[in-house]
């Protein structure tokens, strides 16, 4: 019904993502970039690490509220989707890519010298051009 991840030390970690994806809220400690993944009380409760009498609260207090369970559920896989979905992760790395080359002031095949290729032009249907396609160089 729900992920609960106490952690000591974290990154991003994926596996908040995936249960977001699923629709389940999370309960996670304040580590990392967990805070910006969760916004606590939305879709998720974020609990301070190492306190296992507040995240014993946060557990009960989703088990005894099966609406507030499904409510984060719902905020979360929103949540997802708007920000952290591969459509999404994709949109931004093509957005940095048109960005750099208008920075550059170059077109797009000019910008090839630089070796900057962006891995959303590549899908779906799109073939990212080969190292020698975008430079014309031949690797050594």
Known sequence: DMLVHPSELEGMPYVILHAMSLGKPVIASNVGSIRDILHSGESGIVVPARDSNVLAEAIASLLSD?????????????????????????????SLYDRIVKQTG????????????SPAR???GR??????????KELA
Do not use: W
């Open 66 to 94: 099966r609406a507030k369970l499904q409510r984060m559920g719902a905020a979360a896989l929103d949540r997802y989707c708007l920000e952290f979905s591969l459509k999404r992760m994709l949109q931004q790395h093509e």
């Open 106 to 117: 170059r077109d797009e095949n000019a910008c090839a010298s630089t070796v900057i290729t």
């Open 122 to 124: 590549a899908l779906p």
């Open 127 to 136: 073939k990212a051009p080969s190292f020698r396609e975008a430079s014309g």
